[in-house]
């Protein structure tokens, strides 16, 4: 495997279950990010780790709860969700947060289409 | 972090000629990215501005003015594999991660 990697591609949940969201990158990047995308906005930035410590939670509901056992693994664990949370969500990774590369490009992974009834 | 605007939509021709404008806020202004994102499909790095002037890279060029908060993707000789969604993200003050715009849709026709 290349790039980023996500699990799974598609996954619909009803809003009792509990399902997780896997990401993973074979690049030897040091952050890594979870994004939501809804149709016709913005892509959301949610969390941010950098070395497997969370930097950023930009006000994100408690029903979804990231982690980063690793600098290659970031999961994204879901719990009582709503319909309204039915999005593209992407993971992107970059060599760092700031400071030793230049572009700091964010290489994406290919999404999870999920889907609340 | 940063606001950004760019068009919802555009259409061209194959062959053809076709400018993507985006502005954003100057106000500690810190770089800019342009993404390629195919329908299904992951965001991909395009360009990075963070000096005045013309970037070129293949059919593909960015532009960026730092005084206007202004920038645009040019695409040349346009195919129809250039259907996409084109993502411009800025950066600003003390922070590395970009914001991103809407994005803007094109579609390629015959």
């Known amino acids: 495997e290349t790039g980023v990697t996500q699990t799974p591609r598609h996954l619909v949940m009803g809003m009792t279950n509990k399902k997780s969201l896997k990401c993973e990158q074979h690049?030897?990047?040091?952050?890594m990010y979870w994004y939501k995308q809804s149709a016709k906005k913005p892509l959301e930035l949610m969390f941010v780790?950098?070395?497997?410590?969370?930097?950023e939670n930009n006000s994100v509901p408690s029903r979804f709860s990231p982690e980063c056992p690793n600098s290659s693994h970031l999961f994204l664990h879901l719990h009582t969700l709503q319909p309204e949370d039915s999005a593209l969500y992407l993971c992107a990774s970059s060599q760092d947060l700031a400071g030793l590369s230049t572009f700091n490009e964010q290489f994406f992974g290919p999404g999870t289409r999920l889907t609340v009834l | 972090g940063q606001n950004i605007d760019q068009p919802t939509e555009m259409t061209a021709t194959e062959g053809a000629i076709v400018q993507i404008n985006c502005t954003y806020q100057?106000?500690?202004?810190?770089?800019l990215f342009w993404y390629q994102q195919h329908a299904g499909e992951a965001p991909t790095f395009l360009s990075y501005?963070?000096?005045?002037g013309l970037e070129e890279k293949g059919r593909f060029s960015s532009f960026l003015s730092r005084s206007k908060g202004y920038s645009y993707l040019l695409l040349k000789e346009l195919q129809m594999k250039d259907s996409a969604s084109y993502l411009c993200?800025?950066?600003?003050?003390?922070?590395?991660?970009?914001?991103f715009g809407r994005g803007t849709s094109l579609i390629v026709h015959p």
């Open positions: 780790y950098s070395l497997e410590e969370r930097v």
């Open positions: 100057t106000s500690g202004f810190n770089g």
């Open positions: 501005n963070v000096l005045d």
């Open positions: 690049l030897g990047h040091n952050a």
């Open positions: 993200a800025g950066r600003s003050g003390g922070s590395y991660i970009p914001t």
